[in-house]
């Protein structure tokens, strides 16, 4: 379907002397991204966003955000969601996503009705916060309302808020059901359902939620379901919920092409050292560290602070308004490392960072997919260094048959091409405010590979905030060891076998 309308779209182009074709040219468009991208984002069938035939106002928007092409999920997507089809979309993270479902739920919008029309359910407050901003980004020239809302704020807000007209809800399961369980939340016009993040929503814990809040609807709605891997569960949802759904799988390989995957063999107590050599000669304009628990990130930053080094950390015990501070804050370039637990794998859309360390490997393929995927957006260049102690080698064997991947040692000394830009300063950014113009390109300009002092912070979670962390943080002081040849001992670890003991240092 999506090809006999891509194929109908490009036989009726608009022409060179419209004034849809001469629209970029009358916007004060953000500076074009130079990055070079890969087929992730490139292998398309040569759409544009004027071939959808949407309103100007969206088409400035849009322009406005610097798009400039449809991605691949983009132009499968956009089409048929316009036509009001259910959608069943996999594609890899960083590919465009969250546009491709955005673009055709405001497009559907009539700003003249005070109800409302659109539905979009993630997994995390975090993602809701991104989802809303891309919504109202986008959307600014259409005159429409769009509301967050998440756990962890004040519900009285949220239902002040719902008494004036709300066009697209965007939020957290549980607290979307609450407020229409309280009757404040009013979907029984709303015809556009959206789940992002669709595996994780679908999962036991969030389910016996879904299900309710599927009630409130009305029967002839649209459910469009987004996510990088489905697993069973989805069919189930589908079959119950679902009227004939467009399927869509572009999802040929799992990881992103863009992103260059090491390993450090290290010992537990030589992580932090290790870490601490990436640091020094990494050229890092932002990176992403992933802990396995609450304790270790906080712990861990502490450390990162204490070697001298910008650091903000992010999990699921903070208050709300500081986890949204930290967020916000990292997204504008005010830091240039952030701890967090895996709060922060999914959908998360930080364009500047390319560099994520997983300090603790994670158990399970689904997990490193998502973490990995913070870097190399958009089919950009990005690096993946996983720290891997003896107990770590089953995962790594089993994540790699699972992904269909491999993840080679870390050399030496790093290729710069693989991760790095000439200009990072010209990463897209999102700017709230002049003042934070400044923060924004001195974090730009700090990511030049050498170290930075440490700074006197008064972020409530950033510079002598750490000090409260409990205990203190081990780092041993001598050279770390790793595997030695890549394919030798793989199947032979894997299976507990002993293999050839790891040699080569880590530096």
């Known amino acids: 379907m999506a090809d006999a309308l891509a194929s109908q779209l490009s036989n009726t182009k608009l022409g060179e002397g419209n ?56 132009e499968e997507t956009i089409p048929v969601a316009l036509t009001g089809r259910d959608i069943l979309a996999r594609a890899k993270n960083g590919t465009g996503k969250t546009a491709a479902f955005v673009i055709p739920t405001l497009e559907r919008i009539n700003p003249k009705s005070t109800k409302t029309q659109a539905l979009i359910l993630v997994p995390t407050r975090e993602l809701a916060l991104q989802t809303s901003q891309v919504c109202k980004t986008l959307g600014k020239h259409l005159g429409i309302n769009v509301m967050v809302t998440t756990g962890g704020t004040g519900l009285m807000d949220d239902i002040i808020r719902l008494n004036d007209a709300v066009h697209i809800l965007v939020g957290t399961p549980g607290r979307v059901l609450d407020l229409a369980s309280k009757g404040v939340a009013d979907l029984s016009e709303c015809p556009t359902f959206v789940m992002d993040e669709a595996d994780k929503l679908l999962s036991p814990e969030f389910t016996p939620v879904i299900e309710q809040l599927m009630s409130f609807h009305p029967k002839d709605r649209q459910v469009m379901l987004f996510s990088a891997t489905f697993p069973l569960i989805v069919k189930t949802f589908k079959d119950k919920h679902m009227r004939n759904p467009y399927e869509i799988n572009l999802m040929d390989e799992l990881t992103l092409r863009g992103i260059t995957q090491y390993y450090a063999f ?31 990130v906080e712990l861990l930053a502490k450390k990162i602070t204490e070697l001298g080094y910008s650091c903000f950390y992010s999990h699921a015990r903070m208050l709300q308004q500081h986890r949204n501070r930290v967020f916000h804050d990292f997204r504008n370039g005010v830091c240039r490392n952030l701890v967090c637990s895996d709060l922060l794998t999914r959908g998360i859309d930080i364009q500047a960072v390319n560099v994520v360390i997983n300090f603790d490997f994670p158990k399970n393929a689904e997990t490193y997919l998502h973490r990995i995927g913070r870097s190399g957006r958009f089919g950009h260049l990005g690096l993946a260094i996983n720290l891997i102690n003896w107990d770590d080698r089953f995962n790594l064997y089993k994540i790699e048959q699972e992904l269909g991947t491999e993840i080679q040692p870390i050399p030496q000394n790093i290729d710069k091409k693989l991760y790095v830009y000439d200009s990072p300063e010209n990463i897209p950014r999102p700017i709230s405010n002049p003042s934070q113009q400044q923060a924004v390109v001195g974090a730009s300009h700090a990511g030049n590979g050498e170290r930075q002092p440490r700074r006197q912070n008064n972020h409530p979670n950033g510079g002598q905030y750490y000090n409260r962390g409990r205990g203190s943080y081990r780092g041993g002081r001598g050279q770390g060891q790793r595997r030695g040849p890549h394919d030798p001992n793989r199947l032979a670890l894997a299976q507990g076998q002993p293999g050839s003991k790891p040699q080569a240092p880590v530096s």
């Open 19 to 74: 004034p849809e074709a001469r629209l970029q040219e009358s916007l004060n468009l953000p500076p074009k991204d130079a990055r070079p991208q890969t087929e992730d984002v490139t292998a398309t069938k040569g759409l544009e966003f004027e071939d959808f035939y949407i309103k100007r106002e969206l088409m400035m928007g849009i322009f406005e955000a610097g798009f400039e092409k449809p991605s691949p999920i983009q």
């Open 266 to 296: 290290v010992e537990e107590k030589q992580k932090v050292h290790c870490l601490n050599t990436l640091f020094s000669k990494l050229q890092i304009n932002q990176s992403i560290i992933f802990c396995n628990s609450t304790n270790r």
